[in-house]
């Protein structure tokens, strides 16, 4: 069985590389930098994931690097009663509503769809893994026009196992597995892929927004 494992080991390793290796994704922010956009609300994301907590996971840790970039970013709570108030209790129905119509409602000058694909802890004998992957959208709310789109995906189990044998990968397996059950594992790591979608300043990502120092760089 040890050549079985490295051979495993060895094909983990290549398909790493290849992702490492990844080109970027090439982006065309002509909209965007003529938008110019200042304020976002954010949409509760669409789960398309099994798990009920992912989508007021996801919002509420997308907002978090949304400032950073340089964005006003509209309350959630404050934007979740709103829709209360409008008859609005699903991402479903939101994400129907017409820009136009957001625009009317909160005065934002873009509005962020998001769509959670991946939200859970995946069980396996010789590991478990918490993954989260999400993709989003910018939309211009007065031109109805999508300004940036991109998508990013977390695990805590990307540094893979450390070593030790069969043994110790059986032992490292069955901690995670109770780690992952006792806590909320997949909302920090929700965390890490709302880093990786919404942070600006790296290639393919959105643009800095006018409350940031870089804005207009980049």
């Keep these: 069985m ?20 990844a080109a970027p994704k090439q982006v065309d922010y002509a909209a965007f930098k003529q938008s110019r956009p200042r304020s976002i609300v954010v949409l509760p994301p669409l789960n ?9 996971s996801m919002l509420s840790q997308v907002t978090y690097p949304l400032a950073e970039a340089g964005y006003y970013v509209l309350p959630v709570a404050l934007v979740d009663e709103t829709f209360k108030q409008n008859g609005l209790t699903t991402a479903g129905d939101i994400h129907g509503v017409a820009p136009a119509k957001l625009k009317d409602i909160f005065g934002a000058d873009a509005a962020l769809y ?8 995946t069980y396996m004998v010789l590991s478990s893994a918490t993954v989260v992957t999400a993709s989003a959208k910018l939309v211009d709310l007065k031109s ?13 189990d990307e540094g893979g196992n450390s070593g030790g044998g069969l ?8 901690i995670k597995q109770v780690v992952n059950s006792v ?5 920090t790591v929700a965390g890490v ?3 990786r979608l919404l942070s600006a300043g790296r290639p393919g990502s ?13």
């Excluded at 494992?5 to 992702?19: D, E, G, M, Q, W």
């Excluded at 110790?168 to 397996?173: D, I, K, Y």
Aim: proline residues 5%.
């Design 2 to 21: 040890k050549p079985l494992f490295k051979r495993i080991l060895a094909i983990s390793a290549v398909a790493l590389l290849a992702a490492g290796c």
């Design 48 to 56: 398309e994931s099994p798990d009920v907590q992912a989508t007021y």
């Design 114 to 121: 998001v769509t959670v694909t991946k939200y859970g802890t």
């Design 144 to 156: 109805g026009e999508t300004l940036w789109s991109g998508s990013a995906s977390a695990s805590n």
């Design 167 to 174: 043994v110790g990968m059986l032992v490292t397996a069955a």
């Design 183 to 187: 806590t909320e594992a997949g909302h």
């Design 193 to 195: 892929t709302s880093q």
């Design 206 to 218: 959105i643009l800095y927004g006018p409350r940031n120092p870089k804005y207009g760089t980049d």
